[in-house]
């Protein structure tokens, strides 16, 4: 009879020589650095409820050890917690024959872990080693720097369509696609590579996209992606539509590719095998020649994306919606908020939306200027308390945070900037250029106010400093000229 103590002696002791104490014991080398990560699987969220024991516990240790490959170190050993509904000796023979495949082909021992009755989840923390004082990080990615991708994404995204019975298009493919998403090479030998190399890193996990937004975030910075760079797999690129293709390879995640940032003078050593696919830039955010309406996959959102429906004839991402160049009008247009966060359609340039968001704020402000002073500083703080919240409104409703279409912020920055200016050409052309550069390179506190303060306030304060910043230092050269 499987009952805990005797299920552990069963299935994982034989596995294992670490397996019997409360705590397993790892000797590290003199200098050398603990890497250790934790992930969960659960059935449903993170594999299809009818995978197989086999294809789960190897995923399982496979994805969690992708974090170490993430950080550039060597994977030493694993512990794995285990909550099954029944303790069926067939399915835990099968976990335990995934669980042997991962461990002998990552070449990891396994520690230990704990076996609970439950619904069917799976924790693996991981453990790795670093030279003293090295690891790969989020943070680090500095404007200027390549953005690369080992291998191809997208692949994960569109095995679960098939799994899903959505795909018939390739079904030459089909097994290609289910083994990425079953059996996805964690890249630890690539991170290793890259210490020394990269400047930041990132495993794909939430989606290209998503995870590149992890960097900038971590780092400060900014990243604009080309979409024409991606790799595709021969799978993706079977799909009719190129852009459906893209979309998936940016928002789909489950791939496991290391993401990373690289300093110029360093781009030459490069393993290959890995695609620039953009360049850090100033600012925040990811941006790419495709409006993407989501920034990948999130726990607890409201309607985690899911990446195709019927790809050969579109991506789901754009599917709910009219499209232009994958922008779902609907999206935007469907809401009046959203309407006005978007600058009444100027932050839907595809190129530079907040300059272009700004562009429109100069007219505008034209309207504005006839206003006596205090008439006019009454507009602005109406106009940016109304920006608070119509900017949280139309972020929540499309479920990213400041998307670089939203430019209601810019146009109240601009404005700010022109108080109490002189309303001609001279001044208008200088709080223009002075505005986009702080908003732009957001020195600090901008750069403070753009990274830790969330909500509608958080898309309108930085821009708001940036608009005061402007203000005065043109109200300086007005004061000594
Ligand atoms: N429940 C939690 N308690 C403590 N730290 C957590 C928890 N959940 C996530 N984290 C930490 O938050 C960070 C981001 O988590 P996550 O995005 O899941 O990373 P990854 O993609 O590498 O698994 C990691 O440093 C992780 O350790
Ligand atoms: C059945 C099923 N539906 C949807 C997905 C897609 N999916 C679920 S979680 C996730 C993101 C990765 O999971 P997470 O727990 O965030 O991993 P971490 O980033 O912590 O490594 C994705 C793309 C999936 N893997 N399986
Ligand atoms: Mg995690």
Same mark, same amino acid.
Request: glycine share 10%; aromatic share 8%; hydrophobic share 45%.
């Given at each position: ?49 009818? #995978? ?48 042997? !495949? ?63 019975? !959505? ?8 097994? =290609? ?163 006005? #966060? ?6 839907? #340039? ?25 008439? =006019?500083?009454?507009?602005?703080? #109406? ?8 900017? !949280? ?89």
């Amino acid at each position: 009879m499987n009952t805990e103590f005797s299920l552990i002696d069963t299935w994982f002791a034989p596995l294992s020589d670490a397996i019997g104490d409360d705590c397993a014991l790892l000797d590290l080398a003199p200098g050398q650095r603990l890497a250790t990560s934790t992930d969960t699987l659960v059935a449903g969220v993170h594999f299809p409820p009818d #995978a197989s024991a086999e294809q789960i516990s190897y995923r399982a240790v496979v994805t969690a050890l992708s974090d170490l490959a993430a950080a550039g170190a060597e994977p030493l050993a694993i512990a794995v917690a285990l909550t099954l509904p029944a303790p069926e000796s067939v399915w835990l023979e099968g976990f335990a024959a995934g669980l042997k !495949d991962a461990l002998q082909s990552q070449g990891v021992r396994l520690l230990g872990g704990d076996t609970t009755s439950g619904p069917l989840t799976v924790t693996v923390q991981v453990f790795g080693a670093l030279p003293q004082g090295q690891g790969l990080q989020r943070s680090g990615a500095c404007a200027g720097d390549g953005v690369y991708l080992s291998g191809c994404t997208g692949d994960a995204a569109a095995a679960l369509t098939v799994m899903r019975g !959505d795909w018939q298009g390739a079904p030459e493919h089909a097994d =290609y696609l289910r083994q990425c998403f079953y059996r996805p090479q964690p890249r630890l030998q690539l991170g290793q590579q890259l210490l020394g190399i990269a400047s930041s890193a990132i495993d794909v996990s939430d989606g290209v996209v998503a995870d590149a937004g992890h960097i900038c975030r971590a780092s400060g910075v900014g990243m604009q992606l080309q979409e024409s760079a991606l790799p595709l797999s021969t799978a993706l690129e079977s799909l009719a539509d190129v852009t459906a293709a893209q979309i998936l390879a940016l928002t789909g995640g489950d791939d496991y590719q290391l993401l990373f940032t690289v300093a110029a003078d360093r781009e030459s050593q490069v393993p290959e095998g890995c695609t620039r696919i953009g360049e850090v830039i100033a600012g925040a955010g990811v941006s790419c020649g495709l409006e993407l309406p989501s920034g990948g996959y999130e726990h607890f959102a409201a309607a985690p994306p899911r990446p195709v429906d019927d790809p050969n004839v579109s991506c789901e991402v754009a599917t709910d919606a009219d499209t232009e160049d994958g922008l779902p009008l609907t999206g935007v247009f469907g809401s009046w908020s959203q309407f006005v #966060a978007f600058g009444f359609g100027s932050g839907l #340039a595809s190129k530079a939306p907040g300059t272009a968001g700004t562009a429109l704020a100069v007219p505008l402000y034209l309207l504005l200027a006839p206003l006596d002073l205090f008439a =006019y500083s009454v507009f602005i703080v #109406a106009a940016a308390i109304f920006g608070i919240w119509v900017c !949280d409104v139309a972020s929540r409703e499309l479920d990213v945070h400041d998307h670089p279409g939203i430019v209601w912020d810019e146009f109240v920055g601009f404005w700010i900037a022109m108080w109490a200016l002189p309303a001609d050409w001279p001044w208008l052309l200088a709080a223009f250029v002075v505005f986009r550069f702080f908003d732009i390179l957001k020195p600090w506190p901008i750069s403070w106010c753009d990274r830790r303060v969330h909500g509608g306030l958080g898309i309108m304060l930085d821009d708001i400093v940036a608009g005061v910043f402007t203000c005065a230092l043109l109200h300086v050269v007005i004061l000594v000229s």
